[in-house]
């Protein structure tokens, strides 16, 4: 079988560099209806300029992130924070805003800047997250649950924010427990405790591939067992070996000399605390969407007993679904925007011109694949 990546998201067209929109404000409008959607646009506040996410940075070596210009401050209690470890890393140091508000380009500076993210890859899962949990009027998306801060809900239900399960967010995290218990986005001890035992059995006690494949089996054997809802489906399945490709790869000091193997203070301190440690330097090379997807193939290939599927709403009763794409990483694009464009049918006006440019920006997310682009 050959893989890729997850690669959340959609189309794109034509580029614009600079694009002011005379739009509507706010509201997180993916999935709405198209009458739901006319209800709805006249009523927002005009605005928006979109501002484009930058483009790879000039200097990719590794160097110094935990800085005295990013400081560690826990969030206060009105600063939101969410499923993604990286990401409350960026806010609690200040690498986005504080308050976990953050426009998509704000992010994608961010992960560069503090990790290496390369500049494809940084922008295929911004913009695909974008597209699907933020507000592509307002141009901000919240990294944890829907908040007004991103623009008023539309009337009927509204798609927002990171923690939005089977979006982006989904079952079998290794530091999460699954939507179906209550909790899907705060850090959770029991359920992190089995990536430290799994470390614990490789040669260093350091998590890397190895580890990854063994834990990813075990958290998937958990949730067959104890979630009757438990869906790990295409793109979560792809989604959940990149983030544990982004662990090993991106978490761990560009300086260690253990590369590619993540010691469990270090995880910890991310996982838990959204926090860098001490002394922190990013990646020393920036790690690009192909590379990305590469990695991926290599887990996908190297575990056949972790299929795509479902519980039918009970425990224990998995049924294999197939992929719903092959591969390889320019198929999952395609798929992508396939699959989550319908989400704003008939859309027209400010607000087809903002997803035209998001989809764009999404687009731009798979330059080292060589991808071809595809318009909406
Ligand atoms: C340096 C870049 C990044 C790293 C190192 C990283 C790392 C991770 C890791 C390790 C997880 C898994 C948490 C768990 O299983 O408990 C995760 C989850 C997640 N990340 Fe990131 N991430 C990065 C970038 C991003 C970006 C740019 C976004 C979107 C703007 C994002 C959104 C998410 C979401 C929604 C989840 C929840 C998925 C789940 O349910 O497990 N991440 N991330």
Redesign the pocket.
Known sequence: MQYSILLTLLVSLPFRPNHVLAFPQYGSLAGLSSRQLAEILPTLQARTDIIPPPGPMNDTSTKLVNDKEHPYIPPGPDDIR??????NTLANHGYIPRNGIARPSQ?VAG?QEA?N?GNDL?KA??YG??ILNGNLITDL?S?GRKTSLTGPDPPSFSVGG?NKHNT???DA????ADFYFGD?HSYNET?FEEFIRASRKSVDGRFDSKVLLDLRYQRFKDSIATNPTFNYLTNRYF??YQ??V??YM??VDGLSKYPRRLDMDAARSF?QFGKMPDGFHRANQPLSSLENAQLVDELVNAHPNITTGQNNGTVNSFTAVPLSWPFPICLGYKDFVEQFVPLYPNVTGDLRKSLEINLHYFYEGFTSANCTEIFL
């Not at 969410?82 to 990401?87: E, I, K, S």
Request: charged share 10%; aromatic share 14%.
């Open positions: 969410g499923p993604c470890p990286a990401m992010i992960v990790f993210m940084a899962q911004v997250n974008h998306l990294i990171l982006f967010e989904g995290s290794v530091s999460r899907n359920v989604a959940a983030e544990g982004f662990t991106l978490f996982f």
